[in-house]
């Protein structure tokens, strides 16, 4: 079974553009979560996603960032007009379906830089 | 919304002794506290997990004991070995929104 997969793992964008992350959850697993780390700190909650709805963003930015898990494919995190303070790694993790308490497993992430 | 804090942020043992690593949290609605090991490069990978039914939980060299009246849970390392360098984090969770601590750095000395 394979784990959470995330692409690119890093990524070179001029300020301005736009950045696409992509993750795949676990099979079997329908939930979604988006974390950002900054260097030298922990992971910071972003927004968390199941199939076509999004349930809680409020970790995200009002503007340019934007996030969705459509009914067929895989998760897509967008920022858009990049800028220099969105360098960092982006990680995705997904869990099962059911209750609260569920682990959360987590991709190898996104390096994300800004030049 | 909860607040983890997470001490210290580095820590280094000789091969062989123990680690602890303790985390306080401010949510008394908090009720299950995953530890996870990163390495460099790579993503987190969960290494044990405690709910808040429970006080205590071993598995091998790794056990994770938790106070609920105090708000604080620690993560034990034993004999640690080489391979145990990493960054370890703590978190909480009422639910699916995980809060993090910001991480220690363990270094094992062999």
């Known amino acids: 079974n394979a784990g959470v997969m995330q692409n690119p793992r890093h990524l070179v964008r001029r300020r301005g553009q736009e950045a696409r992350l992509r993750c795949s959850p676990m099979k079997g697993h329908s939930h979604v979560y988006w974390y950002r780390q900054l260097p030298e700190e922990g992971l910071k909650f972003m927004v968390y996603?199941?199939?076509?709805?999004?349930?809680?963003e409020s970790g995200m930015p009002k503007e340019r960032f934007s996030a969705e898990f459509p009914k067929e494919g895989p998760s897509i995190l967008r920022i858009q007009q990049v800028v220099r303070g969105d360098s960092a790694a982006y990680f995705c993790a997904s869990s099962p379906p059911g209750g609260s308490y569920n682990e959360q497993f987590f991709g190898p992430g996104t390096r994300l830089t800004v030049l | 919304g909860e607040n983890v804090e997470q001490h210290p942020s580095t820590l280094s043992v000789q091969e062989g002794d123990s680690a602890v690593i303790k985390c306080t949290y401010s949510?008394?609605?908090?009720?299950?506290f995953p530890w996870y090991k990163q390495e460099l490069g790579k993503g987190p990978q969960l290494i044990i997990d405690i709910r808040s039914n429970v006080g205590e939980k071993k598995d091998q060299r790794i056990a994770v004991t938790l106070n609920k009246t105090a708000k604080h849970f620690s993560l034990h390392i034993t004999e640690t070995q080489p391979e145990d360098s990493a960054v370890y984090f703590c978190?909480?969770?009422?639910?699916?929104?995980?809060?993090f601590g910001t991480g220690t750095s363990l270094t094992v000395i062999p």
């Open positions: 996603l199941q199939k076509e709805n999004i349930i809680d």
């Open positions: 978190a909480a969770t009422t639910g699916n929104q995980f809060y």
């Open positions: 949510d008394s609605a908090s009720n299950y």
